[in-house]
């Protein structure tokens, strides 16, 4: 009887070892993918910054042109809706501050 129960023992072990090492495989496989493919660009930027400076930023700079675009784009269209008297400016313009 007792060694039935140190054999099934055993192999809850080795049943629980299996399985954890399985787990460490999937976790260590999506590791390795973003460390050697995913993340790849950022690396190049790095390696473009240590040459040139305006280089390594360019995504900065691209995003920050596009963001002062927007930005131009919807004040405009918010003068268009003030010129043309469209806009609810009463203290009561939302439903949820009734």
């Known amino acids: ?5 140190r054999l099934n023992n055993y ?5 629980y070892k299996k399985y954890k090492i399985m787990w ?3 976790f260590e496989g999506i590791g ?3 460390e050697n ?3 790849l660009p950022f690396d190049a930027l790095y390696n473009l910054e240590l040459k040139t400076w305006w280089g390594g930023n360019i995504v900065t700079w691209i995003f920050l042109a596009i963001l002062v675009v927007l930005l131009v784009y919807w004040t405009n269209q918010l003068k268009i809706f003030d010129d043309n008297n469209e806009e609810d400016k009463s203290s009561k ?6």
């Open 1 to 5: 009887m007792f060694a039935q129960q």
């Open 11 to 15: 192999f809850c072990a080795l049943a």
């Open 24 to 26: 460490r495989n999937i």
């Open 32 to 34: 390795s993918f973003f």
């Open 37 to 39: 493919v995913a993340f």
């Open 93 to 98: 313009a939302h439903s949820f501050l009734e």
